[in-house]
């Protein structure tokens, strides 16, 4: 009974908080991952100097400290602007990139003495498609502010931002839709176990291998979602003057500036899910795993032993993951400069659109091939 | 949020020290610069932003150019009287709490410009916290200067006149 | 040819024209108020080395002539190599006479500058108003009879007497004015411009400049000669010494004094390290305002190993001031010739080379620069561009080889020149002539003579410390010389080398004193930067901040 409630609890009540709250603490890592990452680039050291009780941890605490300053700044309403709005926007920025999180699985479901604890928050059957539809909804956040903040340049990153992200979320969807033939469903963690398999023997089945052209697609899309270079038209700082932030100060504007590391974690998490494995580590299966991890063979006989490192491992690969792919967002900005506004719409309406279908197109002629085969 | 925050709480001393550490510690490291450059002085601090010197090093790398986002006003290079209401306007909009360094001569007292069109220095507009003398500094006078900013922010307190939101 | 020029206008024109006496051998002529623009019409449209290009308009005072003011004007003629100087004089209180905007486009601005220093009104003028002085300036500056430190104070921004058009204001209309700058990232912090768009495409793109007006000409008048030189290091403050060596040559040139051939040598080397430091600022801004930050590290980086070689010679880093008058500050130290070897060897390629392979054919890049911003040779030339932005049109006009001095003749060197004339072609032009200049060191460097750096003449230049401190008649020439300061001949000269942004000009009247009676400085993006107008209307936004990045606008250089 007490050990249901536990699950329970577990389940409902631990998950819903522990991982936006992970998600906000991995904020100020992927600030730090930018501020270094960019430094490192660009043949320099980057913020060291934060000091703690005299030690200066390699500027981790450096995004701390710019959190908190941010917190005791003066918080500044512009005179004429529409203050619901204006206060709305931050949210409406933050929350669908927390709530996406929510159907993405860090690991294989626990199994513990008969209870079986998902390493998910919810696994809606809508899967993929609860993530589009709340996704969607982050685009709001930044049209709002533009447009409350009352000043030309704002409304100008809002106005560009709007464009930017209808036009590639089509092509995101689009070039998910061969992964959803191949694995042949819609919730996140059957895909991710899919990918255990291995192709030909020895090739895991991961998306990108089955779907590389998809997968440089909703990579190139995914940027544009999350306003990275090289598509940070909204926030073009030499254009537009930090544009759709531009009138945002104190806990508002780390507001927007925390969704934007937030929405590149998600994006991440889904690209992990979906292309890279999710939590699989090619060769090792949960089954492999358990039984190596309960350490059966040093003569423990602890029965959770092996479950829970296991799912520690799959956790830890899924993070890996996840930074890997962070680092990739950070390399690419600090490389490419960035696009104008009417050659990003042509990117994404003549270029990847197209080649979302041709992959699509292409992806369903080869499912039906193989379907009549027998293989699969 | 913050002031408000401030004002409950500076009636009590053993309240504020710990807050005022904590505040100062997170102001002074992460001062992010407005940089005002107009002239000479300006391309030094180009430098300083660059690899050799650079001032990321003191979290003040992040320069915003919205100022609102702002901490720290620098203000390099020579202000006419032409520019003189645009620094003034650009320096209210800069969001409390907030610091100014006038960078360079000209910054600080005119430099070798004392004529028609250039104004003696920019405390004749707006208030100055730290004055780096030079033509131009060199850029380890820049890091000195924001070190002593730095120094500044760590002697403030929540019960400071400036902070009490009055 | 100037025989022959002196001869045509004269059958022409008559009395009108009168020829100067070529001092130094400069070719001048007093012409007319009301003759002025048909006889510039007449040199700009000759068939044979048309005067093509429109250097320099500028007023003088002379409170003591019947005829108080002179509009000075300098053309040249990139076929012919030649230049002649007209000067127009005209009544205290009638300072009046046609614009000649109409013939070079290049007149637009320096006629407004000559209106705004001295109250010389241009009949014609598209936009006569005050342009390095603000609105609520009252009087004209550079007249001799203007104190230097009257002020006036400007209470608010304003816009420049512009008016917002009616459904701009109501907002039925399709368009939004956007006021960029001064304080704004691009803008480098001193220029500013107000843009009508239609979304995102630029209708109409006006410039205001004179943010960083500091008054280098007036307060030259109070100085001396040699005092002036820390003033022209903050001109163009990227590359402070090639306005020390374009100072230095006009008075020299002013006193009829050649340097001596180290002398020589070392201001090519100098010249040519500023212009390498001022390109790798151009480039590094322009592609931080594109959106790719990284270049901007590569290049400041490379940036510190020429800084550090100014600073061994000089022992500032930007503010070099560096010449003398017939002399420089020191000669090389020990051991700098194999520090800049290294520098121009492995230090600056490696910056070139690594900017190269990551933005010259990036796809974006190219999109976002290609077809941006071009202009056509003819009409660049008209606007008075000179330097990269104008070799970047296809035109290969450079002074060191149209003019050669400080024997550029000698040394090895392609020029660069580009086809469009956009901010593609700029960008390539900078980065090849970056690596001429390379070139250019290496083999001053290696064809540096021994000797000595300054020239002979104790009237002009001081004598060594030892002798001053051990003879008496050294003491006694140093006193003289620090009091009295150097004492041209009356007379006036105009010498132009090629600056790192294009043809720096330095017109310099002497009055027989030891104040210059008066400098002028031709700045080569102050025409350039006319153009912004044509260049980005019927462009985006975005496209406006990658054409100001490309053009090198150096604000202390426009407005002085």
Request: hydrophobic content about 45%; overall charge neutral; glycine content about 8%.
């Amino acid at each position: 009974m007490f050990q249901n409630v536990l699950v329970w609890t577990v389940q409902n009540v631990l998950f819903p908080l522990a991982v936006p709250v992970f998600l906000l603490m991995g904020v100020p890592v992927a600030v730090w991952l930018e501020r270094r990452g960019a430094a490192f680039i660009q043949d320099r050291v980057g913020p060291n100097r934060v000091t703690l009780f005299g030690f200066r941890n390699a500027g981790l605490l450096q995004p701390i400290a710019d959190a908190l300053k941010l917190l005791v700044k003066e918080d500044f309403i512009p005179a004429r602007a529409d203050k619901f709005l204006y206060f709305l926007a931050p949210a409406c920025a933050m929350i669908p990139a927390l709530l996406t999180f929510a159907v993405i699985p860090f690991g294989d479901t626990l199994q513990l003495g008969g209870h079986s604890i998902r390493l998910q928050v919810a696994d809606l059957n809508v899967g993929l498609l609860f993530i589009f539809a709340v996704a969607s909804l982050g685009v709001y956040g930044i049209v709002l502010g533009g447009w409350a903040s009352d000043n030309k340049y704002t409304l100008m990153g809002g106005l560009r931002s709007s464009a930017q992200m209808i036009s590639y979320e089509i092509s995101m969807g689009l070039s998910i839709i061969g992964i959803l033939i191949l694995f042949e469903s819609i919730r996140l963690n059957e895909i991710v176990r899919m990918q255990g398999e291995l192709l030909f023997g020895f090739l895991p089945c991961w998306g990108i291998v089955v779907q590389p052209l998809g997968f440089l697609l909703f990579f190139v899309a995914a940027l544009a979602e999350t306003n990275r270079i090289p598509f940070d038209l909204p926030e073009a700082e030499a254009e537009i003057v930090a544009g759709y932030h531009l009138e945002y100060s104190s806990f508002k504007f780390s507001m927007f500036f925390m969704a934007e590391y937030v929405n590149m974690l998600v994006a991440s998490g889904l690209m992990v899910s979906l292309f890279l494995g999710g939590w699989q580590f090619p060769g090792l299966s949960t089954e492999t795993l358990i039984s190596l991890l309960s350490l059966s063979w040093l003569g423990v006989s602890l029965a959770w032993l092996g479950p829970v490192l296991t799912a520690c491992f799959q956790v830890g690969v899924f993070v890996a993951k996840i930074w890997f792919m962070m680092w990739l967002f950070v390399w690419l900005r600090w490389t490419l400069p960035r696009f104008r506004y009417d050659q990003l719409m042509a990117l994404g309406w003549r270029v990847l659109l197209p080649l979302a279908l041709l992959n699509l197109m292409i992806t369903a002629v080869v499912f039906v091939i193989m379907v009549q085969w027998g293989v699969h | 949020m913050g002031l408000e925050t401030a004002k409950i709480l500076r009636s009590s001393d053993l309240v504020t020290r710990p807050v005022d550490a904590i505040i100062n510690w997170c102001r002074e490291y992460s001062l992010w610069p407005y940089a005002f450059g107009t002239a000479c002085c300006a391309i030094e601090f180009m430098a300083v932003a660059a690899s050799h010197y650079d001032i990321s090093r003191f979290g003040a790398e992040v320069i915003r150019f919205s100022p609102r986002q702002a901490d720290l006003l620098i203000v390099s290079g020579t202000i006419s009287e032409k520019m003189a209401p645009v620094l003034k306007k650009i320096y209210d909009q800069i969001c409390d709490p907030k610091w100014v360094i006038a960078h360079g001569a000209c910054a600080c007292s005119g430099g070798i410009y004392n004529n028609y069109c250039t104004v003696q220095g920019i405390d004749t507009l707006i208030p100055v916290d730290v004055y780096i003398p030079g033509c131009p500094p060199t850029p380890e006078a820049l890091l000195d200067g924001i070190i002593q900013i730095q120094k500044i922010v760590e002697g403030e307190s929540i019960r400071d006149p400036k902070y009490r939101g009055d | 040819m100037t025989d022959e020029i002196a001869r045509t206008l004269q059958e022409k024109f008559g009395d009108a024209v009168t020829p100067v006496d070529g001092f130094r051998g400069e070719t001048s002529f007093t012409v007319d108020a009301d003759r002025i623009k048909a006889v510039s019409r007449f040199l700009a449209e000759r068939r044979d080395n048309a005067f093509d290009l429109l250097e320099d308009i500028c007023g003088v005072d002379y409170p003591d002539r019947e005829k108080r003011f002179e509009t000075v004007y300098h053309l040249y003629s990139l076929r012919g190599k030649k230049r002649i100087r007209l000067r127009v004089p005209l009544n205290a209180d009638h300072p009046v006479l046609p614009s000649v905007a109409g013939i070079w486009k290049a007149a637009d601005w320096f006629e407004r500058e000559a209106f705004d220093q001295y109250g010389i009104r241009f009949q014609g003028h598209p936009n006569l108003r005050r342009i390095l002085n603000h609105e609520a300036f009252v009087g004209h500056p550079l007249r001799k009879d203007y104190p230097i430190t009257r002020r006036h104070k400007l209470a608010a921004p304003t816009n420049f007497g512009w008016e917002e058009p009616a459904e701009a204001r109501t907002g039925d209309g399709e368009f939004t004015v956007l006021n960029i700058g001064p304080a704004h990232p691009t803008m480098h912090g001193t220029l500013r411009i107000l843009a009508r768009l239609q979304g995102e495409t630029i209708l109409q793109a006006i410039p205001e400049i004179g943010y960083l007006h500091r008054g280098f000409e007036k307060t030259a008048e109070q100085l001396t000669y040699q005092q002036v030189i820390p003033l022209t290091d903050r001109l163009n403050y990227v590359s402070a010494m090639m306005n020390n060596v374009g100072y230095a040559m006009a008075v020299e040139k002013l006193l009829d004094l050649a340097i001596p051939k180290r002398g020589q040598y070392i201001r090519v080397i100098i010249c040519e390290l500023s212009r390498i430091i001022d390109h790798l600022v151009c480039i590094a801004a322009n592609l931080v305002d594109l959106g790719a930050l990284t270049p901007y590290w590569y290049c400041f980086r490379d940036r510190e190993y020429v800084y550090d070689l100014l600073e061994a010679l000089c022992g500032a880093r930007l503010t070099t001031s560096y010449t003398r008058i017939g002399s420089h500050a020191h000669d090389l130290p020990e051991g700098w010739v194999e520090r800049c070897r290294q520098v121009i060897r492995e230090r600056i390629p490696r910056s070139i080379d690594e900017v190269e392979k990551l933005i010259t054919h990036n796809r974006i890049f190219v999109d976002r620069t290609q077809g941006v911003g071009g202009i056509s040779a003819q009409e660049a030339l008209n606007f008075g561009f000179t330097g990269p932005c104008l070799r970047a049109c296809g035109i290969p006009f450079d002074l060191r080889a149209a003019e050669p001095y400080y024997d550029y003749d000698k040394f090895d060197f392609d020029i660069p020149v580009g086809n469009n004339g956009d901010t593609y072609d700029r960008y390539l032009v900078r980065m090849e002539e970056m690596r001429q200049s390379l070139r250019i060191v290496e083999q001053a460097l290696d064809g540096l003579p021994e000797g000595p750096h300054k020239a002979a003449d104790r009237r002009v230049v001081l004598p060594e410390k030892e002798r001053v401190y051990t003879r008496f008649g050294a003491l006694v020439g140093h006193t003289k010389l620090i009091l009295d300061g150097i004492l041209p001949p009356p007379g006036q000269v105009y010498t132009a080398t090629e600056a790192a942004n294009g043809v720096l000009g330095f017109y310099i009247v002497s009055d027989g004193t030891k104040h210059p009676y008066r400098i002028k400085v031709r700045p080569p993006c102050f025409a350039i930067y006319q153009a912004l107008a044509r260049l980005t209307e019927g462009n985006m936004l975005a496209d406006l901040i990658a054409i100001v990045g490309s053009l090198n606008i150096i604000a202390g250089e426009l407005d002085r």
